[in-house]
Structure formats: C-alpha cells, structure tokens
C-alpha cells in the first residue's frame, strides 16, 4: 500500500466548514416547516396568542443576554469579544422594547414561564461554559425556534408586532464564522463542532414543537371559553 494513502485526510477550510454547517442545518429546517407549522394553521395570531409570542421572546432575549455575558469572560480573541458585546446590546435594546409593547397591551411576564424544552435549549445547552467557539457557532446555526417570518405572517392587524433588528440576522452568523475561522482548524474540532450544531438544532426543533403545543393550549382554552360563554347567554336567555 502506498504511503500516501494513509496520509489523514486534512481538515476543510474553515470558512467553508461554517457554510456547510449552516446550510446543512438550513435544508433540515426547510423540510421540516413543509409540515404542520407552530399554529396548527395559518389563520392570524389572536391577541392573547401574539401576547404569547411577545413573552417568549422577550424571556428568550433575557436568556440570551445572561449566556452571552457568561461567554464574554471565557471567549477567545478580541474580534469574538466584540460580537458578543454588539449581540448583547442588541438583545437589551430589543427586550426593553418588547416590554414595552407588552406593557402597551395590559400586561407583563410577571406570570408567564418557559416550557422545559425552552429551559433546556437556552437556559442549559447554550449557558454551558465549556468550549465556548463551539457553543458560539451551535448558537449562530441553531436559534431560531419559530421563524420570524412565519410569525410575521400570522400577526393579527394591531399595533404592537415582534421588535426585530436586522443586526439579529446578521451578528449571530458573523460571530459563529469568526469562531470557525479561529477554533475550526483541525479534523477533530470539526466533528465536535458538528454534533454540537447537530445538537442544538435537535432542541430548536424540539423549541418549535414546544411553542406550537403552547399555541394549541391557548386556542384550546379559548374554544372552551367560547363554549361557556355560548352556554352561560343561552342559559340567561331561557329565564
């Protein structure tokens, strides 16, 4: 056998490595959203159904900002710093806004709480401080539960709609391709990184399932509602 067939074959360029990781995880999602999206339907988000949506978001931005921050002490390289300190200025900007939308509709998140998959995907997975570019590149592939603009498509016609920064599709990936570019060098970094991202994308999708069995809740207390109300102003008018 000649020796140069057991030369290890060398590892992909990282920049290359990224984009294949994101398209990957990019095809993956689109198969999966050709099924049954999060609202069962594509009738328009009632209110109490965008209120929902406004919590979500505004708990996960909340999420973000404290496992961005945990990274800043461990990530390296000043180029990642930076990132993370831009996505985390960006998360406060747009948490302070969607609390005040919230606040516009006659509420808050005092009552609400996170679904366990949420818990798990954000609060857990990506909170992790241990190999932090890897983290930081599953964060940039895999953070989108419910696609923005599967929301925005079901949005009731009120005032208050999902604040969003064009930055948000922006920053993520750059950051997740400055950290391929410093620690995805090597055939071992690569696999690790890939079933990190494999990982992750597993709980955003488990994310999605979850808000859509949430969605589903609410509509289900609705009719029920609707069915007392129906009966209570049946019963009035037999009197």
Same mark, same amino acid.
């Given at each position: 056998?000649?020796?140069?067939?057991?030369?290890?074959?060398?590892?992909?360029?990282?920049?290359?490595? $990224?984009?294949?990781?994101?398209?990957?995880?990019?095809?993956?999602?689109?198969?999966?959203?050709? %099924?049954?999206?999060?609202?069962? +339907?594509?009738?328009?988000?009632?209110?109490?159904?965008?209120?929902?949506?406004?919590?979500?978001?505004?708990? @996960?931005?909340?999420?973000?900002?404290? $496992?961005?921050?945990?990274?800043?002490?461990?990530?390296? +390289? %000043?180029? &990642?710093?930076?990132?993370?300190?831009? &996505?985390?200025?960006?998360?406060?900007?747009?948490?302070?806004?969607?609390?005040?939308?919230?606040?516009?509709? +006659?509420?808050?998140?005092?009552?609400?709480?996170?679904?366990?998959?949420?818990?798990?995907?954000?609060?857990?997975?990506?909170?992790?401080?241990?190999?932090?570019?890897?983290?930081?590149?599953? @964060?940039?592939?895999?953070?989108?539960?419910?696609?923005?603009?599967?929301?925005?498509?079901?949005?009731?016609?009120?005032?208050?709609?999902?604040?969003?920064?064009?930055?948000?599709?922006?920053?993520?990936?750059?950051?997740?391709?400055?950290?391929?570019?410093? @620690?995805?060098?090597?055939?071992?970094?690569?696999?690790?990184?890939?079933?990190?991202?494999?990982?992750? $994308?597993? &709980?955003?999708?488990?994310?999605?399932?979850? $808000?859509?069995?949430?969605?589903?809740?609410?509509?289900?207390?609705?009719?029920?509602?609707?069915?007392?109300?129906? +009966?209570?102003?049946?019963?009035?008018?037999?009197?």
């Amino acid at each position: 056998m000649n020796s140069a067939t057991l030369r290890p074959r060398p590892a992909k360029d990282p920049t290359a490595f $990224f984009d294949d990781l994101v398209q990957t995880v990019k095809a993956r999602r689109e198969a999966l959203t050709k %099924t049954p999206n999060l609202s069962e +339907g594509e009738r328009p988000l009632t209110r109490l159904e965008l209120i929902e949506w406004l919590q979500f978001r505004y708990w @996960y931005l909340q999420e973000e900002g404290r $496992f961005v921050d945990s990274w800043l002490s461990n990530a390296p +390289g %000043t180029e &990642l710093l930076a990132g993370l300190g831009a &996505l985390m200025a960006d998360s406060d900007r747009q948490s302070r806004h969607l609390l005040a939308q919230l606040e516009a509709l +006659g509420t808050t998140t005092a009552t609400w709480s996170p679904e366990s998959e949420w818990d798990h995907w954000i609060s857990e997975f990506h909170a992790s401080l241990d190999d932090i570019p890897e983290r930081i590149m599953a @964060y940039a592939v895999a953070q989108a539960p419910v696609p923005m603009e599967t929301v925005e498509q079901l949005l009731p016609e009120i005032s208050a709609t999902p604040a969003r920064s064009s930055a948000r599709d922006r920053w993520p990936m750059a950051l997740g391709l400055s950290a391929a570019k410093t @620690y995805a060098t090597t055939l071992e970094r690569q696999a690790h990184t890939r079933a990190r991202v494999m990982h992750a $994308f597993e &709980l955003e999708q488990k994310a999605r399932l979850a $808000f859509g069995r949430r969605i589903r809740s609410l509509r289900a207390r609705a009719a029920a509602n609707d069915v007392v109300d129906e +009966g209570s102003a049946s019963g009035e008018g037999n009197h």
